[in-house]
């Protein structure tokens, strides 16, 4: 990795690239800071400290600028949001699915809609945070109301809904600067630096943890080897696939043969990466939006149900690893096609030992990516709950932490092999120097 970067500091276009990368991120960061007018910090922190609602879950992707009521407040979420619809309606629409077929430019336009559909969900998920912190009377300063009379209610919700609309779509903005002229996936890119950044604060937790005596000295350690133990074997997941042999058979065109190599075809153990939890995620995370919204005092059964699956619980536990399961059958469902691969394979008188051509190597990868789904999806199931089970017993709050794990190695790991990949094309001389 140090050799990686050694060579990237001495090719200029590559040194270029990283400097604009972390030009961005450093422009994330500062917006992460600017608070939003109208809005009591202390209100809104409080309601984030509580692990078990919506607010904790998008104050954990967005780096803690939720809880601190900044510009970048939503961060990517509506983008990946919008791109996870996008990419869902190109398998049930005809209409785009011709024009994911298209290329280049089908992706263009795909990528355009993507970008107006981000600004729409800002602007809703906005307007839906306006009226539930209206109606929890935890927004505006009794002071500027109080000044100003009816007209600063509205006012003041036009700058918020605004400001937060606005930043949604200047951190999509961001990101796509970093895929046009920076290194690795601008999306990614963002989200790990907004994760990252709550390294530091983890850290000081872990401090005061020891300064509370031995049995508080032992449970940190405790906490610790579990990083460090889930860290190395989310590593060692996410590069884990299972090979296939091929056998491509010798070909005559006019004098020259072609085929007779044997090759592989990789499936990874991890191909959903990390969508499944964050599906998973959402759609519970419904439950505690829900709860924000009614008067649980008034409909006890409701408040009853809504609290057996609050964040953390038994039942909202096993829920989440089931969804976790399936939503990455679906997922992966989505991004291999068995039937595809088989026909593919025929054309280029590719075959799998022991295995016929046509139907039955269809069915072959069918079973074999079946198994191998269902290994990646306990693996991101146990991932996902093994915090949460951790938190239960040592009473400290890293429920969301096998996610952020998993989002920011598979970032890192992305990323290194993008920088591999650009420093050997640009060290390569070719035959002629």
């Known amino acids: 990795?140090?050799?990686?970067?050694?060579?990237?500091?001495k090719l200029p276009d590559l040194r270029k690239k990283l400097l604009y990368t972390i030009l961005i991120i450093l422009v994330f960061r500062i917006g992460s800071t600017i608070p939003v007018p109208f809005l009591k910090f202390d209100a809104i922190k409080r309601i984030t400290l509580d692990q078990n609602n919506f607010?904790?879950?998008?104050?954990?992707?967005?780096?803690?600028?939720f809880s601190r009521v900044t510009i970048f407040s939503m961060s990517i979420s509506p983008y990946i949001t919008a791109s996870i619809v996008i990419q869902l309606l190109t398998f049930g629409i005809p209409a785009l699915e011709r024009i994911a077929r298209e290329g280049a430019q089908g992706q263009k336009k795909l990528n355009k809609a993507t970008r107006y559909f981000t600004v729409v969900l800002g602007l809703?998920?906005?307007?839906?945070?306006w009226f539930l912190l209206k109606g929890g009377n935890t927004m505006f300063s009794d002071r500027v109301l109080a000044y100003y009379g009816g007209f600063a209610g509205f006012f003041a919700a036009v700058v918020i809904v605004t400001v937060f609309t606005a930043g949604s779509a200047l951190v999509m903005w961001l990101g796509e600067r970093i895929n046009e002229k920076g290194i690795g996936n601008g999306v990614s890119v963002v989200l790990f630096a907004g994760i990252l950044s709550r390294g530091p604060a983890a850290i000081g937790k872990i401090y005061e943890l020891m300064q509370g005596g031995a049995t508080q000295i032992?449970?940190?350690?405790?906490?610790?080897?579990?990083?460090?133990?889930?860290t190395a074997f989310t590593v060692f997941m996410t590069n884990a696939e299972r090979r296939l042999p091929i056998q491509y058979a010798q070909r005559v065109v006019g004098k020259k043969m072609y085929g007779g190599q044997n090759?592989?075809?990789?499936?990874?153990v991890n191909m959903a990466g990390v969508m499944p939890i964050i599906f998973a995620s959402s759609f519970l995370a419904f439950f505690s939006l829900l709860k924000a919204f009614i008067d649980v005092e008034e409909k006890k059964w409701l408040g009853k149900f809504l609290g057996i699956l609050e964040h953390g619980t038994l039942i909202y536990s096993v829920l989440y690893f089931l969804l976790i399961i399936g939503f990455n059958y679906f997922y992966v469902s989505m991004q291999y096609n068995p039937i595809e691969i088989a026909n593919n394979l025929r054309k280029n008188n590719g075959t799998i030992p022991g295995i016929r051509p046509g139907a039955q190597t269809a069915e072959f990868l069918n079973k074999v990516i079946s198994k191998v789904t269902l290994v990646g999806a306990i693996f991101l199931g146990v991932i996902a709950i093994l915090p949460m089970i951790i938190g239960m017993f040592t009473r400290v709050n890293i429920s969301l932490g096998g996610t952020t794990i998993l989002i920011v190695i598979g970032v890192a790991l992305d990323t290194m092999k993008q920088l591999e990949s650009m420093t050997m094309m640009k060290q390569y001389k070719g035959f002629l120097e």
């Not at 904790?56 to 967005?62: E, K, W």
């Open 1 to 9: 990795m140090f050799n990686v970067l050694k060579n990237i500091f």
């Open 55 to 65: 607010f904790s879950y998008i104050d954990a992707f967005t780096g803690g600028a």
């Open 124 to 129: 809703v998920q906005s307007v839906a945070f």
């Open 218 to 230: 032992i449970l940190a350690i405790l906490l610790v080897l579990a990083f460090i133990l889930i």
């Open 263 to 268: 090759s592989h075809i990789p499936i990874k």
